[in-house]
């Protein structure tokens, strides 16, 4: 598994939301959108399937 990190206007993130979620098969696929308001605060929002071990090193 490999991680990217992309930063993006508001705008774009929604799109590829759209984007997204008409190829996911949201019953299999679990897509993770981490926004980093700080080094500290940050949000998860998750497209599909929520998988109860998202840990990540």
């Known amino acids: 598994m490999s991680l990217s990190l992309l930063i993006i206007t508001e705008a774009k993130l929604e ?24 080094l500290k605060y940050s949000t998860k929002e998750v497209i599909g399937l929520i998988m109860a071990n998202d840990n990540i090193l």
């Open 15 to 38: 799109k590829l939301k759209k984007e997204i979620k008409k190829i996911c098969h949201e019953d299999e696929d679990s897509v993770m959108i981490y926004k980093f308001e700080s």
